[in-house]
């Protein structure tokens, strides 16, 4: 098997801020190791290192997480064993994301009305703005083809990988924005409701709404229309705040 190249790079399309760079980021001593798995799974749940894709070396990403390879070894043998990485040997090895994720744990919990309001009340706030932010920037071609890039593999993903797909496409709406803070507060509230969209089902009619709604966005956002992505990026918002509202009030 030919080496898949290291997802995550340390600088973002056009020189701005990866979403990689901003979930590989130094953690806090107190807790490293439970950080270090929060991140290494942020990083593989929200599609910043895909399906197949192999996670930066060893000691690159302990260097970059801030915390030391033991540490990052515990952490990425938590995953192995959880099934969400596999590491290989050899020429071409190294820590790769498995080809299908584990189902979520925590499918069936009961969800508190205020963690859900709460929830989507931050979405609304770091997500709307992301848009209009990402819109009034000059993009480089580089940041184009990135946000168009993202767009179109969450447009043909399957339903199975539709999730990790959209997750990624929202990210890369706040790489946009060359703000290493908001990329990290995005990716936050995005395993936030990451979480509580694994309590509904995937309805595929649903999917291809959101999908023509994606594509609003990356065209006002391209279009400069800092505005009009606010718009955009509010009536989607509002639609699965809606179907998580039905299914889980």
């Known amino acids: 098997m030919n080496a898949q190249p290291d997802r995550a790079p340390a600088e973002g399309p056009g020189g701005g801020v990866s979403a990689g760079e901003a979930l590989f980021r130094p953690v806090r001593a107190g807790n490293a190791f439970e950080e270090t798995v929060e991140r290494l799974l942020q990083a593989v749940r929200l599609g910043v290192v895909g399906a197949g894709e192999r996670l930066p070396a060893e000691r690159e990403l302990a260097e970059r997480l801030g915390v030391s390879r033991v540490t990052l070894r515990e952490a990425i043998r938590v995953l192995a064993d959880a099934g969400y990485v596999v590491s290989r040997r050899g020429r071409y090895g190294g820590t790769f994301v498995t080809d299908q994720l584990p189902e979520p744990h925590g499918a069936g919990r009961a969800v508190d009305p205020g963690e859900l309001e709460d929830t989507l009340s931050l979405r ?126």
Do not use: K, W
């Not at 990356?218 to 505005?227: F, K, S, T």
């Open 124 to 249: 609304y706030v770091v997500e709307t703005g992301a848009a209009e932010l990402a819109a009034a920037r000059a993009l480089p071609p580089a940041d184009r083809r990135h946000l168009t890039g993202t767009l179109a593999e969450a447009t043909g993903a399957s339903v199975a990988d539709y999730r990790r797909r959209d997750s990624r496409f929202h990210l890369a709406i706040a790489e946009m924005t060359a703000s290493e803070s908001l990329t990290t507060v995005l990716a936050d509230v995005r395993m936030r409701v990451n979480q509580l969209l694994d309590e509904i089902p995937l309805i595929e009619p649903n999917l291809d709404h959101s999908n023509r709604q994606h594509g609003a966005i990356v065209d006002a956002i391209l279009a400069g229309d800092a505005p009009a992505a606010r718009r955009a990026m509010a009536e989607h918002l509002e639609g699965t705040a809606s179907l998580l509202r039905g299914f889980l009030r």
